[in-house]
């Protein structure tokens, strides 16, 4: 395999760089093959206690969103709002928005980026913490996108009688999202609100 000639940073030649630019493309090609390796691992190492796994999980609230008409945008961040569970427990949150914050709509990757704080409505109060903890955003635009994806999608997907879709379902959609071209402005739409679909 051919190397770059230096061994700190700024001894690197324009030769170096190009070779690196070459052999990213190649790297960034496989990222939905990373990604949906990561999925699978979210059902080998998963929080115990809940009936169903983080797959499970997942699974349904792309299902539920897939099955009430949502865009690819939507689907894709059901499937991997909690992509970050197994690196960053205490932020999974974050994590996961910065994995598709490059190719999906701005007002999707806030939502996944802003889901943990907004779950809370539904348990904080069993721990004496603030369960309007979310209301901090309420002036946010994308506040009301955010609570409803908690309410129709996230919350209401730990039923281990739901039949989800699988994951391989899934797989041309996030070939498709990830290849797409990173931070295009045609995609990311800051501002816009799109919400969610209504419910039929």
Known sequence: MRTVSFKEMKRGTREDYQLLEEMEKSYHALTASRVMAELRRLDEDSLSGYKIT?????????????????????????????????????????????????????????????HGIFQMLY?????????????????????????EFCERWDQASFDPD??????????????????????DPEI????????LPPVS
């Open 162 to 183: 739901y039949e989800n879709e699988p994951l391989s379902h899934f797989a041309e959609l996030v070939e498709t999202v990830f290849a797409r071209g990173a931070y």
């Open 54 to 114: 983080r797959l499970e999980h997942s699974l349904q609230s792309a299902t539920r969103a897939l099955r009430d008409g949502a865009d690819d945008d939507w689907i894709i961040g059901a499937l991997l709002h909690d992509i970050g569970d197994g690196l960053a427990p205490k932020n999974h949150d974050r994590f996961s928005a910065e994995v598709i914050r490059p190719f999906v709509r701005e007002e999707v990757s806030w939502v996944v980026e802003h």
């Open 188 to 195: 990311l739409q800051p501002g816009v609100v799109k919400g």
């Open 123 to 147: 348990y904080a109060d069993h721990y004496g913490w603030d369960k309007n903890a979310r209301d901090r955003y309420r002036d946010n635009i994308y506040f009301n996108s955010c609570a």
